[in-house]
């Protein structure tokens, strides 16, 4: 909303504006009034209005004085002069000013609304366009694109940036995972512009910036100057109403205070503090001075290994994703003991981040899983760690196949086709002459680009294909062995279970 700031010392006439308009309809707020210049400078400089409705003659101080010194403070504001003296000096000192319009008493009605009209629009596309440059400037502080304290605060005076010392508030939709699971993303879009709506409401422009960090978490940068229950006050009554329209919750995760420069360290505690949901639960405030030295520290290593697997996905490096599976899962988590409660929540966001991914790369869920899998039911199964890790080693190698496809040079030039076709015949017993054959090339020309292309060579992409179809054909138990091993291409059972145990560690009889 524009924020409207009406000065005059006249009662009736402050009254009349303010009830003859409506201010709503024109995207407008009254965000205070003055009954003499004195009171107008000190009502400026609480609430920074972006207009100014002004008469000249006052008590005090003449209008035009009071506008000289709230240029002074905020000069970006419109001023509108209304007067009931036509005096060509207070026109001469108005242009000055440079205000936007000088207006004789008494006010034509339909005037002064197409003035503020003409006046709020231009307010808009100037507001959308620093906050579209302020936005990505933040953001990269936030990711540590931008570094340096003095560069930093160069860019936040150019940006207005008025905060010197800030603290970071990550607030997670809890609804992002079914939104997932279900494609709901318009309730999730939705959910996202009542929440910026709500962050308005409840704080005043000046004391906050609001940066979609990710898709699930948005990050208020903050005025450090906010008293700590003040502001568990204001995000307990977002989180109330977001539950009670949406039923859902949100969780948040606050930093200590930090000055500017150092915006990225206090981003990264927001995040941990964020984490420790799995601790306080979902819909809880999660304070990074709060936290145990010990899971400060765990919190820290799990982010890291968090973004060093979402970047080995994004460029589909196997040996990387494996690495940090193993490094989180058998490292971090086995040796702290950490709980299944934890280990759970924190397997669904490496999920999510897959997901992720593959929306970036506009890889299509059923391309990356097959059709009717869904990554998050089956995951709901699993109770040990290690099965755990399993299934996330399977997942991510997944998305990395996926995208290893999608980058592929050839796909033009009959990879694809290649790779469609042993999709639809592994269970036959096809070669790769069969494949070469299909799509009119030579075996070791194809047979180099398949490896190049997924990692893994022919054999062992039909291998991992049929194994991983006979453990969802075991899961249903509704057949043998012996006839999962038919289904998937392999009719001698010896042979299947011998394959299977090589590439899963078990045998097949460990899966019924």
Same mark, same amino acid.
């Given at each position: ?45 609480? $609430? /920074? ?28 504001? =419109? ?9 060509? $000096? ?63 605060? #160069? ?34 879009? =939705? ?44 995000? #307990? ?97 086995? #040796? ?100 070469? /054959? ?75």
């Amino acid at each position: 909303m524009v924020k409207v700031m009406i000065v005059d010392d006249e009662y009736i006439i402050r009254e009349g504006m303010k009830r003859c308009i409506n201010w709503d309809e024109l995207g407008c707020i009254i965000c205070g009034e003055a009954e003499d210049a004195e009171e107008g400078i000190e009502v400026a400089k609480d $609430q /920074k209005p972006d207009i100014i409705i002004s008469d000249i003659c006052m008590a005090d101080r003449n209008g035009l004085d009071m506008c000289r010194e709230i240029r002074k403070i905020n000069p970006d504001c =419109k001023i509108l002069i209304i007067s009931g003296y036509d005096e060509l $000096q207070y026109a001469k000192e108005a242009i000055k000013l440079n205000v936007e319009d000088y207006i004789l008493k008494p006010v034509d009605e339909d005037e002064l609304i197409e003035l503020i009209k003409k006046m709020t629009k231009e307010i808009r596309v100037k507001k959308d366009r620093v906050f579209i440059a302020r936005e990505k400037i933040l953001l990269d502080m936030l990711r540590g694109k931008v570094r340096g304290k003095e560069i930093i605060n #160069e860019l936040s005076n150019i940006y207005r940036i008025n905060s010197k010392e800030v603290s970071i508030c990550c607030i997670q939709n809890e609804f992002y995972q079914e939104a997932l699971e279900k494609s709901q993303f318009d309730s999730f879009y =939705k959910q996202n512009e009542e929440l910026k709506y709500l962050v308005d409401f409840h704080f005043k422009e000046e004391e906050y910036y609001y940066i979609e960090s990710h898709e699930n978490i948005f990050t208020l940068i903050l005025d450090a100057n906010m008293d700590e229950s003040e502001l568990i006050y204001k995000l #307990e009554l977002i989180q109330s109403k977001m539950k009670e329209k949406f039923n859902i919750n949100l969780t948040v995760g606050c930093s200590d205070k930090k000055m500017i420069g150092d915006i990225r360290h206090a981003y990264r505690d927001g995040k941990q503090a964020l984490k420790n949901r799995v601790y306080k639960g979902i819909g809880t405030i999660n304070f990074y001075h709060e936290l145990r030295e010990e899971n400060k520290v765990k919190w820290k290593s799990i982010l890291n290994l968090e973004n060093h697997f979402r970047e080995a996905l994004r460029t589909g490096n196997r040996k990387k994703v494996e690495q940090n599976l193993e490094d989180i899962y058998m490292g971090i988590f086995r #040796e702290a003991y950490v709980g299944y409660e934890i280990i759970n929540q924190l397997t669904k966001d490496l999920i999510s981040t897959g997901y992720k991914v593959l929306s970036e790369k506009n890889i299509s869920n059923e391309t990356a899983f097959g059709e009717g899998q869904d990554p998050f039911e089956s995951f709901n199964e699993l109770k040990t760690l290690k099965s755990m890790y399993d299934f996330m080693k399977g997942f991510s190698l997944k998305v990395v196949d996926a995208i290893k496809i999608q980058n592929s040079d050839l796909l033009d030039s009959g990879l694809d086709k290649a790779l469609v076709f042993i999709k639809e015949r592994y269970t036959e017993n096809i070669s790769l002459s069969d494949v070469a /054959k299909y799509v009119f090339m030579s075996e070791s020309y194809l047979s180099r680009k398949i490896k190049k292309t997924i990692g893994i060579s022919f054999t062992e992409y039909v291998t991992k294909l049929r194994i991983e179809k006979s453990i969802e054909l075991m899961k249903e138990g509704k057949y043998k062995i012996g006839e999962v091993a038919n289904m998937v291409g392999y009719p001698d059972y010896r042979y299947f279970s011998r394959t299977f145990k090589k590439y899963t560690g078990k045998s097949p009889r460990d899966m019924t």
